[in-house]
């Protein structure tokens, strides 16, 4: 099943017929709720793997497309949604990297932009906590992000944290050090 989907997703072209793929992303529908895992970790892999650019937006198209039918087929809502996470932590990811298509499935299961982000914060790995860092909550880190007086805004997740931009002298990060603890975290500029 697993290379069956991987042929249909390389063979879509959401861009130039639509129709078409709609047709093959309702194969991979009626293949039932494990090609939703399959999908989700093909997804995964082309993001992180793929190198050729407009090979992996192709791709990454086809995926969030066939995500998209899943959610509209209320295969997942948000109620559900815990038990497609994985769903959920490969379109906000791809939302911030500016898939719009991505943010557009979330909202329509009824994620908001905020959601998004505290998604994207929670999926962070657990990393130690430093003896200068300051211990914040979810919401306050969402807050810090929002509210930052800073130089410039790099709001994007990077070697396992979260970095908010930069101030003259520091780079502002947050860090995740517990299931639901945050840190703070400013590093000197070299």
């Known amino acids: 099943m697993q290379n069956e989907i991987k042929k249909i997703i390389g063979s879509m072209d959401v861009k130039q017929n639509r129709e078409d793929a709609e047709s093959k992303a309702l194969a991979i529908l009626k293949m039932g709720p494990e090609a939703l895992n399959i999908l989700v970790d093909f997804g995964n892999l082309v993001n992180?793997?793929?190198?050729?650019?407009?090979?992996?937006?192709?791709?990454?198209?086809?995926?969030?497309?066939?995500?998209?039918?899943?959610?509209?087929?209320?295969?997942?809502?948000?109620?559900?949604?815990?038990?497609?996470?994985?769903?959920?932590?490969?379109?906000?990811?791809?939302?911030?990297?500016?898939?719009?298509?991505?943010?557009?499935?979330?909202?329509?299961?009824?994620?908001?932009?905020?959601?998004?982000?505290?998604?994207?914060?929670?999926?962070?790995?657990?990393?130690?906590?430093?003896?200068?860092d300051r211990e914040i909550s979810v919401n306050e880190a969402l807050q810090e992000i929002k509210t930052a007086g800073l130089e410039s805004y790099v709001n994007r997740v990077e070697r396992g944290c979260y970095t908010i931009g930069y101030s003259k002298k520091h780079?502002?990060?947050?860090?995740?050090?517990?299931?639901?603890?945050?840190?703070?975290?400013?590093?000197?500029?070299?």
Do not use: W
């Open 48 to 132: 992180e793997r793929e190198s050729d650019v407009v090979k992996k937006k192709k791709l990454l198209r086809a995926v969030i497309f066939a995500i998209g039918l899943f959610a509209r087929k209320r295969v997942f809502m948000k109620p559900e949604i815990f038990n497609h996470a994985n769903a959920v932590s490969l379109l906000c990811e791809l939302s911030a990297a500016g898939y719009q298509s991505a943010a557009t499935v979330l909202h329509n299961i009824g994620f908001s932009d905020a959601d998004i982000e505290r998604e994207r914060l929670l999926s962070l790995p657990i990393a130690e906590p430093h003896s200068k």
């Open 171 to 190: 780079i502002h990060e947050i860090h995740r050090i517990g299931n639901t603890a945050f840190a703070y975290r400013m590093i000197r500029r070299s």
